[in-house]
């Protein structure tokens, strides 16, 4: 039998803006079922990558596949459609709705099928939307206005709305960004208990988030990829190190 292909394969993918040379020329394969970090300090190429793989941004060059496919000049929306979501650097979440409409939404998708909130409570996305708030821990808040949410429970909610329609492929920008020690905890746990069917890869500043969510570690630095490996393997990196230190030569 063939393998697997994998997740996501980047193959000399790049991405410049005019001078500016966010992305070099970079090579990633990410097996179905894994978890990776992708880690590196600021202006790393890291986000700008994301936007790529998403189909936010063309690449300058290179080719782009999703479970075998290749889907370099699809749009965003037929990449969602074969099971690549995305969270961005910062939440977003509707804050006038409640939890469960947020998630109701993220579940229905934003057609043109005409609804109203009243038929709503019965139809099967408002059980699944029940299921997703469970699985963020967001089950008491399901009433709640995302606006007046804490900034850790609006992270879940924007995690739950991301695993909304069984995605495949999750690209998750700094989900720690911003949050507290007890709710980083919190949200590692999370992370660990989302379907070992789905792909995760994850932007993260924070080594510890990174280290104890994932698989495999990949280490950007001026947007190449400076190494790659088990986050035992990194967190023993010296280079690694000396990136986080500012120590790195550029
Ligand atoms: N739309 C744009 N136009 C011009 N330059 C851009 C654009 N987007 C990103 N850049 C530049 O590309 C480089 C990489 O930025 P990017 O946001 O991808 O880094 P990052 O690794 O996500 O950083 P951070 O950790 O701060 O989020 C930076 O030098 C940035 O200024
Ligand atoms: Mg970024």
């Not at 040379?21 to 990558?49: C, D, F």
């Not at 991301?162 to 020690?181: F, V």
């Not at 698989?215 to 790659?228: K, L, P, S």
């Amino acid at each position: 039998m063939e393998p697997a292909p994998p997740a996501l394969l980047l193959e000399t993918v790049s991405r410049r803006f005019g001078a500016v040379r966010a992305v070099l020329p970079m090579t990633l394969s990410v097996a179905a079922g894994e978890r990776r970090a992708l880690l590196g300090a600021n202006g790393a190429g890291k986000t700008t990558l994301f936007n790529v793989i998403a189909g936010d941004l063309p690449p300058s060059t290179g080719q782009i596949r999703m479970f075998g496919q290749d889907v370099t000049r699809l749009p965003t929306q037929r990449r969602i459609r074969l099971g690549m979501r995305r969270t961005y650097q910062t939440s977003l979440v509707f804050a006038g709705l409640t939890v469960r409409e947020c998630l109701f939404l993220a579940e229905r998708g934003l057609g043109d099928r005409r609804f109203s909130w009243r038929r709503a409570a019965h139809c099967p996305e408002m059980h699944a939307a029940d299921r997703l708030a469970e699985r963020v821990g967001l089950e008491r808040m399901r009433h709640i206005k995302a606006g007046a949410l804490s900034h850790g429970e609006a992270r879940q909610l924007e995690l739950g709305m991301a695993t909304a329609g069984s995605p495949r492929l999750l690209l998750l920008d700094e989900p720690a960004a911003g949050l507290s020690l007890a709710e980083r905890h919190r949200l590692i746990d999370l992370l660990r208990d989302l379907p070992r069917s789905l792909t995760l890869v994850m932007i993260e500043h924070d080594m510890d988030v990174a280290l104890q969510s994932v698989d495999r570690v990949t280490v950007m630095h001026n947007g190449a990829v400076v190494t790659e490996g088990t986050p035992r393997e990194i967190a023993a990196d010296a280079r690694v190190h000396d990136i986080y230190m500012g120590k790195h030569g550029t």
